[in-house]
């Protein structure tokens, strides 16, 4: 039943628009039908399980399309096979390290619980997260950032089930200050 209304709550969010975001253009989708691509492709792997450490079906999925082996760390893997599913180019550089969705500096719109450039996270932006080091460790795709809260609802792989039973892709509720930036892939 959790699973369910989680998934619904993700449904809801990702048809809600991003104003003033739409760059119509007749030879390609624009910023809102990439953003919505992305949110809808993310909803979809909502629920797959590792069996194991990083295995199963997340290593099917997400790990040895892309060269990699059992066990590995799949946060950004999981991002990558999001944006190449959806057809839009994200240009990250080794997509496998959480790190490299920070790069390059001016994709950056909120930094250590501060808006960058007023810019506003919006869903289909990426968040990053430090856990347990002294580098960005876990990333995340954004579903929805209400304003006025501290928090927002993300899709990551390679992360905990909410009701604590497994890993593997799930929506989850963040805190806001848990987030060490947050990217913009410029579509």
């Known amino acids: 039943m959790r699973f369910l209304t989680g998934l619904l709550w993700a449904l809801l969010f990702v048809h809600c628009p991003a104003v003033g975001q739409s760059t119509p253009d007749s ?5 809102v039908e990439q953003r ?32 990699y082996g059992p066990g590995t760390m799949y946060c950004g893997l999981f991002c990558h096979h999001v944006f190449v599913t959806a057809a839009v180019k994200h240009g990250v550089q080794g997509p496998a390290l959480a790190a490299n969705w920070a790069r390059p500096a001016s994709v950056i719109v909120w930094k250590n619980s ?13 968040a990053l997260y430090r856990f347990g080091g002294k580098r960005i460790n876990h990333v995340e795709v954004i579903v929805n950032w209400p ?19 497994g890993e593997g892709v799930f929506l989850k509720k963040r805190l806001k200050s848990e987030m060490i930036v947050v990217s913009r892939i410029t579509f």
């Open 27 to 31: 030879k390609r989708r624009s910023v």
């Open 36 to 67: 919505q691509a992305v949110t809808e492709v993310a909803v979809q792997f909502v629920g797959t399980r590792e069996i194991g450490q990083n295995r199963g079906p997340v290593y099917t999925l997400f790990i040895k399309p892309y060269g």
């Open 114 to 126: 501060h808006s960058v450039n007023g810019r506003v996270p919006l869903a289909g932006d990426l």
């Open 147 to 165: 304003s006025l809260e501290n928090y927002c609802w993300v899709i990551g792989g390679n992360t905990s089930n909410p009701d604590g039973k």
